[in-house]
């Protein structure tokens, strides 16, 4: 009983965050604007900061972080979120102390048709390196599907398949997974 509220508690989770995120993409057209300061100093007196910047106006967000560390190194992350007809566009830079960034677009598309949502990221690290993941997520009538595909940098692949079925009858949710790695 314990693992069905913790599997219902992280899906519920997982819908509300979605739904958040609809919500917020979907509301007024008019500018807002919001920050956040946090500080955080640890037992040896040294200390951390996080700095946050959002902005909102029609039909996305952007949102400007900046990491402060106890010993002065910073990184910062700069993201951008739109909402399009059927999903959401969402693009991430991340730079560290030394320079080095790191980059991630993502998208996420619904299919009434086939009343499946899809998401798609590519990441390039510093090096120029890039990785992919595709994954699917779609209802059956007793349950949901979901396939991830990951490509690393040098091609090597890793596909997860995870299927979770729920029973009416002993009211207990089974999940079977199935994960394959390629050179």
Known sequence: MRELIFCKA???????CVLFVLMFLTASTEVMAWQRNVSRT???????????????????????????GPQGNSATRETSVTRTESGINRATTTTGPQGNTMTREANSQWNPETKTWTKRSNTTGSGGQTATRETSVSRTESGVNRSTTTTGPQGNTMTRDANGQWDPETKTWSKNVIVETAP
């Open 10 to 16: 992280k899906v519920f989770r997982n819908v509300a």
């Open 42 to 68: 640890g037992s040896s007196g040294q200390s951390a900061t996080r700095d946050i910047t959002a902005t909102r106006s029609g039909s996305g967000y952007n949102r400007s972080t900046t990491f402060n």
